[in-house]
T-cell receptor
Framework: EAQVTQNPRYLITVTGKKLTVTCSQN?????MSWYRQDPGLGLRQIYY???????DKGDVPEGYKVSRKEKRNFPLILESPSPNQTSLYFC??????????FGQGTRLTVV | AQSVAQPEDQVKVAEGNPLTVKCTYS??????LFWYVQYPNRGLQFLLK??????LVKGSYGFEAEFNKSQTSFHLKKPSALVSDSALYFC?????????????FGRGTSLIVHP
């Protein structure tokens, strides 16, 4: 089954404690991206990757890091999480110019 | 820069009535346009897309959308709404930025279909 898998689904952490949200896709898509969804603000792109070892900033990259060492994986790293990074995060993948497949989301709370 | 506007935060319709969720866009070159739906506690699901060809695009669950180049719009429609259509709907455009097709999403429109 074609899918994008994110883990964990839910995470509560404390300010400053490094965390990683994993994302994996099994469709051999070149393009992967991370979004955060906040009430009234819709989806905002954090980082995206056009292919292995090619990443670029989206609209709200501050406080986040990503890597793309393999085509299927695109982890999101928060080196020092802060409460304003409390949000619902989505990973997505697609072929160039085609529709995106989204993960189920990760609800992160930073206290 | 490309952008997507969904002018209504919320649309309410009665079950059985037609529904329209509006979307306008701004992009350089020919747009790739998409609609997605998000049910509570779920990720976004693809509904339909316009790449080229017929301006009326049919998608999943009886939804359709009309591409209007002169008005730069891509409104989502359904002839007869169901209560189960209640969800959050996102319009998106993919335009060519720096040689790559980068997507931009609207803020979303909450559709409420009441019995």
């Amino acid at each position: 089954e074609a899918q994008v898998t994110q883990n964990p689904r839910y995470l509560i952490t404390v300010t400053g404690k490094k965390l990683t949200v994993t994302c994996s896709q099994n469709m051999n898509h070149e393009y992967m991206s991370w979004y955060r969804q906040d009430p009234g603000l819709g989806l905002r792109q954090i980082y995206y990757s056009m292919n292995v070892e090619v990443t670029d900033k989206g609209d709200v990259p501050e406080g986040y890091k990503v890597s793309r060492k393999e085509k299927r994986n695109f982890p999101l790293i928060l080196e020092s999480p802060s409460p304003n990074q409390t949000s619902l995060y989505f990973c997505a993948s697609s072929r160039q110019g085609s529709e995106a497949f989204f993960g189920q989301g990760t609800r992160l709370t930073v206290v | 820069a490309q952008s997507v506007a969904q002018p209504e935060d919320q649309v309410k319709v009665a079950e059985g009535n037609p529904l329209t969720v509006k979307c306008t866009y701004s992009v350089s070159g020919n747009p790739y346009l998409f609609w997605y739906v998000q049910y509570p506690n779920r990720g976004l699901q693809f509904l339909l897309k316009y790449i080229t060809g017929d301006n009326l695009v049919k998608g999943s669950y009886g939804f359709e959308a009309e591409f209007n180049k002169s008005q730069t719009s891509f409104h989502l429609k359904k002839p007869s709404a169901l209560v189960s259509d209640s969800a959050l709907y996102f319009c998106a455009v993919r335009g060519l930025i720096g040689g790559s097709y980068i997507p931009t999403f609207g803020r979303g429109t909450s559709l409420i279909v009441h019995p």
